[in-house]
């Protein structure tokens, strides 16, 4: 064998941070890509580049038209090619064919994005990441996101503040993480699982970026359905519902079983579509030895797994909003208080606002559902309402939901434990965002949102919303507290960031109602006026 005679590449490698080893069967080549070459007859190594009419160029061998081929395909052309120019040689192997250096390449990232727009990334990277990094405030994208990706993305923030206003965390719509689309130059298309990936590496859940792909992440459908994983797994919480889940697959979705997790007693929680529950228990350890067949899952599916010391029908509590680590959690129903769950869950978020959050009872398990088809069908509605409709929506929610009386804020801010109440099964934590409005309805010029000054008294609001209007009964104006919904008089309560000022109206009498009571008074006033006469002759005749 000759002296080894190394051919300079065209450029150097660059430190490259990779998410993953690149599977050859799946990595589609393409224009800038960097291949070594290397001939065992002689030691040569050759660093040919595809070219942007995307053909490769292999010194001995000769051209090779990598379109639409993967680094596997390209590399048993090249082989096989090479044992027929080298039929004569001892050389088992005359080539060894290798990605030196991937391109770069342009892609566009629309819909529910913090930062939409194009970027230049590695070919090698996975579509996952640059969902990630499009969501990210720092990031700069290379080119600026169009008007129609930008006021999508303005349009859907603006529905999911709404609902978050009248349903809190627990069922605002969020970006999709299983139903991202991207879409390919040659006309196909791939689906991004986020949660399947992260769970199981699926590669085909996250595929390589190609120049040109145009990954679009939808707005959350809620009437999709979800599934819901709790109890002593790693990371429970609800997913969206995808075709062909299974039972093994939906825990490893929550990062998998904690150590104490009996999963030999596993329950699905499922609805038979009349208001009722039915739930079976299964052994996953059996699934996973491949002893048991895998269990497939339907949306709305509610899966529990018990840990080893407790009773299979555990109590669990959901932490949603403005928490480090939401999610569901077990307690001892009766015996664990709010502080001590939302210590577990990570604590308070800067963000938080203890004094306007809320603590809900449902009953075991019934929070866990994503939603009831009443829900989904109240939530669908909600697109048609106006800003007041909604806020009368919520005000009617609030009353009707099992708020249980506590103060977050004693409890969460100033660790008063005597204000701390016991948790039950079932029961919700809600912790809001701290907001940076009031809200002013009724009978005011322009109804809507102020900004919150503190301090501030009523006349504030009411002259930022443009006065009273007509009609307006100002002695009856009532403030509405942002955590417990009660009715109060402005005379009597401070005005907090968050509550509601609500101006009602002098009631409608009709014309005939307003005739009849004229009538009635002028007939009051003539006989008060005769009875006076009468009483004036009899003590005064001369």
């Not at 393409?30 to 001939?39: A, E």
């Not at 390919?184 to 986020?194: A, F, L, M």
């Not at 940076?436 to 930022?464: K, M």
């Not at 955590?483 to 005005?495: E, F, L, Q």
Request: glycine residues 8%; hydrophobic residues 35%.
């Amino acid at each position: 064998m000759t002296a080894d005679k190394t051919m300079t590449p065209p450029t150097s490698v660059e430190a490259q941070a990779f998410q993953s080893g690149i599977d050859p069967n799946e990595y589609h080549m393409g224009p800038g890509d960097i291949l070594q070459c290397r001939f065992w007859t002689s030691g040569d190594a050759y660093y040919p580049v595809v070219s942007s009419d995307q053909s490769l160029v292999v010194p001995l061998l000769g051209s090779f038209d990598v379109r639409g081929k993967t680094l596997d395909a390209v590399r048993q052309e090249i082989l096989q090619k090479a044992s027929e120019s080298f039929a004569k040689s001892k050389v088992s192997e005359p080539v060894s064919i290798t990605l030196y250096q991937p391109r770069k390449v342009y892609v566009k990232v629309q819909g529910d994005v913090l930062t939409p727009g194009a970027y230049v990334l590695s070919a090698a990277t996975r579509a996952d990441i640059v969902v990630d990094l499009a969501n990210h405030k720092n990031t700069e994208a290379t080119t600026p996101p169009d008007f129609q990706a930008q006021q999508r993305y303005l349009d859907e923030q603006r529905q999911s503040k709404q609902l978050q206003s009248i349903f809190g965390n627990r069922d605002v719509i969020t970006a999709s993480q299983r139903y991202i689309q991207v879409s390919h130059n040659d006309g196909t298309t791939d689906r991004v699982d986020i949660v399947r990936y992260n769970a199981l590496h699926d590669p085909k859940s996250s595929p390589p970026l190609r120049e040109g792909d145009v990954i679009d992440v939808p707005f959350r459908d809620v009437t999709a359905g979800v599934l819901g994983v709790y109890g002593a797994v790693r990371s429970p919480g609800d997913f969206e519902f995808v075709q062909g889940d299974s039972l093994s697959s939906a825990i490893k979705y929550a990062f998998g079983p904690t150590a104490q997790a009996d999963l030999a007693h596993v329950e699905i929680s499922r609805s038979n579509g009349n208001g009722e529950v039915q739930t079976k228990v299964y052994n996953v350890e059996a699934i996973l030895s491949h002893s048991a067949p895998d269990v497939p899952l339907q949306r709305g599916d509610i899966i529990n797994v018990p840990g080893k010391h407790e009773s299979m029908h555990s109590a669990v509590v959901a932490v949603r909003g403005e928490v480090e680590m939401p999610g569901v959690y077990p307690i001892r129903e009766g015996e664990t208080h709010i502080a001590d769950v939302v210590k577990e869950a990570g604590g308070l978020t800067p963000y938080a606002y203890p004094k306007g959050s809320r603590v809900l009872r449902h009953g075991p398990n019934s929070l866990l559902m994503a939603g009831t088809t009443n829900d989904i069908q109240r939530v669908s509605r909600l697109a048609n309402m106006t800003v007041e409709d909604t806020a009368s929506f919520a005000r009617q929610l609030a009353m009707r939901e099992p708020d249980i009386a506590v103060d977050l804020d004693r409890v969460l801010t100033q660790g008063d434990k005597s204000a701390d109440v016991t948790l039950a099964d079932g029961d919700e934590i809600i912790i809001q965002r701290r907001p940076t409005t009031v809200y002013v309805s009724g009978f005011v010029n322009r109804s809507g949102y102020v900004s919150y000054q503190e301090g501030a008294p009523l006349r504030y609001y009411i002259a930022q919303a443009g006065g009273y209007a007509p009609g307006a009964v100002k002695s009856e104006t009532v403030v509405i507290k942002a955590g417990t919904k009660a009715w109060s008089d402005p005379s009597d309560t401070r005005i907090d960031a968050g509550d509601e000022i609500f101006v009602p109206k002098e009631p409608d009498i009709p014309l005939d109602v307003k005739r009849n009571e004229i009538t009635s008074y002028a007939t009051l006033a003539l006989a008060i006026a005769s009875f006076a006469l009468t009483l004036y002759n009899t003590f005064h005749k001369p």
